[in-house]
């Protein structure tokens, strides 16, 4: 199993350290989730559980990245190949305008006494004649030496774009390929977490939940005392603070996979429209957010600085200071303000790393209702 997709360590200190629900009676076969001389199989049931569901839930997300970079791969492909159509059609409007002329010319040289060999290359349909009766070329003169580059060099622009149209049309094909069995992952992800829920009544999810937020107050204790954060209350940029301000507005919209907003979000997705809002355009995916922008070392963040969590960079959250941070958390959750230790730390990346803080900084408020835990379950893709 990768470091990806092993247990979160703070899931197995919740065990060791006798975590909550010491007498609970879930009502699940102890057999199918633990070892049955296990001392503790009403503990061991509840951490398989939230483990199998964690990792269900992280596969999805990696899954959600590649569906988002694929996306946005496409769309950026589609835009090139209609620059490409533009030009294409430009490239034979003057082409055609040149060939128009070499007839007009040719008629005129008609009459002053026949037809120059050279205009009948002209107006050949055939690219390859031009191309390989080149050395004529070169024994024209004046205008007609102009008009023969001009159609050469035309018939050699549009069959480079014809075959930069073509590479886009393939690549195209390939990124929708790609997209759609993305899709299918997350979807068979979040499916096998509806599958393992329905299968719970409502107090056993709680009872889940209650271990996870357990383990996340575990893991931001720890990340605090281990000075990683570092103590100087540091301020934002300005485009810092109005990309914190657009997070904020987010707060209580749901996360749904492969959403950009204006009414839900996955995790980049909020990352990269609060930048955009703020001016500045970063990736679209938390993997292209981590390998593009400038690092930042966790003792130096300051607000609107991105935190990149897991061993392959598949969340994002926005640093709001503190040690907390904005985040859409994962399907069945809303925007929310979180622990920064909430998730697996990966380090830091600051968009606006040439700007300088703010000398006044006042942090907006949000409701109560923005710390609640994020629950378990699934939401549709927008």
């Known amino acids: 199993m990768s470091a990806a997709h092993r247990p979160k360590e703070w899931v197995r200190r919740a065990l060791v350290c006798g975590a909550l629900l010491a007498a609970a009676a879930l009502g699940i076969p102890a057999q199918a989730y633990a070892a049955p001389d296990d001392p503790a199989p009403d503990n061991r049931t509840?951490?398989?559980?939230?483990?199998?569901?964690?990792?269900?839930?992280?596969?999805?997300?990696?899954?959600?990245?590649?569906?988002?970079?694929?996306?946005?791969?496409?769309?950026?492909?589609?835009?090139?190949?209609?620059?490409?159509?533009?030009?294409?059609?430009?490239?034979?409007?003057?082409?055609?305008?040149?060939?128009?002329?070499?007839?007009?010319?040719?008629?005129?040289?008609?009459?002053?006494?026949?037809?120059?060999?050279?205009?009948?290359?002209?107006?050949?349909?055939?690219?390859q004649d031009a191309f390989t009766q080149g050395h004529m070329l070169d024994r024209a003169a004046g205008s007609?030496?102009?008009?023969?580059?001009?159609?050469?060099?035309?018939?050699?622009?549009?069959?480079?774009?014809?075959?930069?149209?073509?590479?886009?049309?393939?690549?195209?094909?390939?990124?929708?390929?790609?997209?759609?069995?993305?899709?299918?992952?997350?979807?068979?992800?979040?499916?096998?977490?509806?599958?393992?829920?329905?299968?719970?009544?409502?107090?056993?999810?709680?009872?889940?939940?209650?271990?996870?937020?357990?383990?996340?107050?575990?893991?931001?204790?720890?990340?605090?005392r281990s000075g990683r954060l570092g103590s100087a209350a540091l301020t934002p940029s300005k485009a810092g603070n109005r990309a914190l301000s657009f997070a904020y507005a987010q707060l209580g919209k749901p996360y749904v996979w492969g959403a950009e907003g204006p009414k839900a979000y996955d995790c980049s997705g909020l990352t990269s429209r609060a930048w955009e809002h703020a001016g500045t355009t970063i990736p679209r995916t938390s993997q292209e957010q981590w390998k593009q922008l400038p690092h930042v070392p966790l003792n130096l963040l300051r607000p609107g600085d991105l935190v990149v969590y897991f061993p392959g960079a598949t969340h994002v959250a926005m640093y709001i200071g503190n040690g907390m941070v904005i985040q859409a958390p994962r399907p069945g959750g809303v925007v929310k303000i979180s622990p920064i230790a909430a998730n697996p730390v990966l380090g830091a990346v600051r968009p606006d790393a040439d700007d300088p803080s703010m000398k006044h900084y006042v942090s907006p408020v949000a409701p109560k209702s923005a710390h609640d835990p994020t629950p378990l379950g699934t939401a549709s893709r927008s």
């Open 46 to 127: 509840l951490v398989v559980l939230l483990e199998q569901l964690q990792d269900l839930y992280l596969k999805a997300e990696q899954a959600t990245e590649t569906y988002d970079q694929a996306k946005a791969e496409l769309e950026e492909n589609q835009s090139k190949a209609d620059r490409l159509d533009h030009q294409l059609a430009e490239e034979r409007t003057a082409l055609s305008d040149a060939r128009a002329l070499a007839g007009q010319l040719a008629r005129e040289q008609y009459k002053s006494g026949g037809v120059s060999p050279y205009l009948n290359l002209l107006l050949s349909n055939d690219p």
């Open 144 to 224: 007609q030496a102009e008009l023969v580059a001009q159609l050469e060099n035309g018939e050699k622009r549009i069959a480079a774009l014809n075959r930069a149209q073509q590479h886009a049309l393939d690549d195209s094909e390939q990124l929708e390929e790609q997209q759609h069995k993305a899709k299918e992952e997350v979807e068979r992800q979040l499916a096998d977490v509806e599958r393992i829920l329905a299968g719970l009544t409502g107090t056993q999810i709680e009872d889940l939940q209650r271990l996870e937020q357990q383990g996340i107050d575990q893991a931001q204790a720890a990340f605090l």
